[in-house]
């Protein structure tokens, strides 16, 4: 007798109706869920009974879907991150929209591969590039790829950066054979400045290059890097017999918001022979604000550009993207074509976009059209003046800082990042370090706003990032409030 077939689809109309019904209610309760998040605790942990039952073993045997959406609603629904809630600001963290949920949900649903063939997702991903090029100024004929965040569009972005300047095949040679050794050719350096984000470092180091090969140059009071310091490492290295084969310019770096002077190193790596890629993680969205775009000027001379739109772009997790300039270098760094992969002038593999060859992975998701449905029902004009609201709240908060007698402003705050402390009259350092980071526990587990930390020149920082679309001014003043009620209440005097 053979085995009946079976499917993971619904049996029967009956399952049709009952998986429609409970879809309905996912989607009203989740939009229910957003609407609220202001009137929940930002974050609260897991608590011990809940991890209890996440951690037991696989379910062999079938649940009903809509007994699994209570156990959802139970253990896994009220402890999100709280990246959603008005007062997240901890690391650089978007917020998600209702719409680019629903948009996900879509195109989970189609669930195409937006690899490389002939269907609507790729003209789609194709058509977003096209828009985030053109807003973000580069020229024409700029092309690339959405990835899963920045440190993949760092990562992307470096590896063309080492193909592209290295003097040598390192495809067919290796890094091994290549670069290093007597006689060979030399070692290859890439630059960037200390405020760099370690994703820079992580793909330095796993495109064989080491760490010793990213050159970190100091930087000035601004927390840009030094050009003057970057031009005699340069020099330096190149008389030792380095090749610099690539400049990183920082917009918006992770600590402070600061951006290098873009053009400067833009002319530098022009000089050097060395390939010019920018990390704007997030700071590259200023440019989408004229007001702001002088911020980030520069930043369309660049060879490769990372950047995040589940960042500054309020989308949900994943997406980043890397735009590069040169198309034959993008492609001839990832390009593989074995048989089972050719493509042919009909048939669903022909006049697609080959994004498998524009970057690491081979299958990819719909990331394109939440960004699609977003830039056309809300308009670029809503994020672009959402990012500048984001810059004015941080100068508000910055002013409350500045204003206030037992608070210290630790950094310019240029952008969207605002690094301060509170402040005890004759207390050192290390005592002042203590007690902040005591101020910033108490005020994450309080559940009343979530900012995260950083070191600025041995001054520990509570450190404020603003990607976020649902603050208002008011829940700055709540948050200076309670980082002077908590630091009052530890230290009296
Ligand atoms: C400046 C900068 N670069 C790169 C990254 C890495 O991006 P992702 O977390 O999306 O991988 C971040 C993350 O905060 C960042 O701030």
């Not at 989970?108 to 100024?137: H, K, R, T, Y």
């Not at 400045?193 to 601004?222: M, N």
């Not at 001839?332 to 089972?340: C, E, G, S, W």
């Not at 672009?384 to 950094?411: D, M």
Request: contains cysteine; glycine residues 8%.
């Amino acid at each position: 007798m053979t085995e009946p077939e079976t499917s993971l689809d619904p049996a029967d109309d009956r399952g049709w109706d009952e998986l429609r019904h409970l879809g309905h209610l996912m989607v009203d309760e989740m939009l229910e869920f957003l609407r609220t998040a202001r009137e929940r605790p930002v974050w609260r942990p897991v608590p011990a009974e809940v991890r209890k039952r996440l951690s037991g073993a696989a379910p062999r045997n079938p649940t009903p879907a809509a007994k699994v959406y209570e156990e959802f609603k139970r253990d896994v629904l009220p402890y999100p991150t709280g990246n959603i809630h008005p007062r997240f600001w901890g690391w650089v963290i978007g917020t998600g929209t209702p719409l680019a949920m629903l948009a996900d949900m879509l195109a989970s649903g189609m669930n195409p591969q937006v690899a490389e063939f002939d269907d609507s997702s790729a003209v789609v991903e194709n058509q977003v590039i096209g828009w985030l090029v053109e807003l973000l100024g580069l020229p024409a004929g700029t092309h690339g790829l959405l990835v899963s965040g920045g440190s993949m569009a760092n990562l992307v972005g470096l590896a063309v950066a080492r193909n592209a300047r290295a003097g040598f095949d390192v495809r067919e040679r290796g890094l091994q054979n290549g670069a290093g050794g007597e006689g060979a050719a030399p070692r290859l350096s890439v630059y960037a400045s200390t405020e760099t984000h370690s994703s820079v470092r992580k793909a330095v180091e796993l495109l064989g290059l080491g760490h010793d090969a990213l050159r970190a140059i100091p930087i000035a009071a601004d927390y840009t890097i030094d050009v003057a310091a970057l031009r005699e490492q340069l020099a330096a290295d190149k008389a030792a017999g380095w090749r610099p084969i690539c400049i990183v310019g920082n917009a918006g770096t992770v600590n402070t918001g600061a951006t290098d002077d873009l053009g400067a190193l833009a002319a530098l790596s022009r000089e050097a022979g060395a390939w010019f890629h920018v990390d704007g993680a997030f700071g590259a969205l200023a440019a989408l604000v004229p007001a702001l775009r002088p911020l980030v000027s520069g930043l369309e001379q660049a060879d490769s550009l990372a950047f995040d739109l589940h960042k500054w772009l309020y989308m949900p997790y994943e997406v980043g993207c890397t735009l590069v300039r040169d198309q034959t270098a993008h492609r001839a760094t990832f390009n593989v074509t074995p048989a089972y992969l050719a493509s042919f002038d009909r048939g669903i593999a022909a006049g697609g976009f080959p994004f498998a060859e524009r970057g690491v992975q081979l299958s990819r998701g719909f990331r394109a059209l939440k960004v699609w449905m977003s830039f056309k029902t809300h308009g670029v004009d809503a994020f672009a003046q959402l990012i500048h609201q984001n810059v004015r709240q941080a100068h508000y908060l910055a002013g409350l800082v500045t204003k206030h007698p037992r608070l210290e402003l630790l950094a310019p705050a240029p952008l969207n990042v605002v690094c301060f402390r509170f402040v005890v009259p004759r207390a050192d350092d290390a005592t002042l370090n203590a007690l902040n980071k005591e101020i910033l526990l108490r005020i994450q587990e309080s559940g009343v706003a979530i900012p995260s930390q950083t070191m600025l020149n041995g001054k520990f920082a509570i450190r404020v990032a603003i990607t976020n679309h649902r603050s208002r001014r008011e829940d700055f003043d709540l948050l200076v409030r309670a980082v002077v009620e908590t630091g009052t209440a530890l230290r009296s005097d």
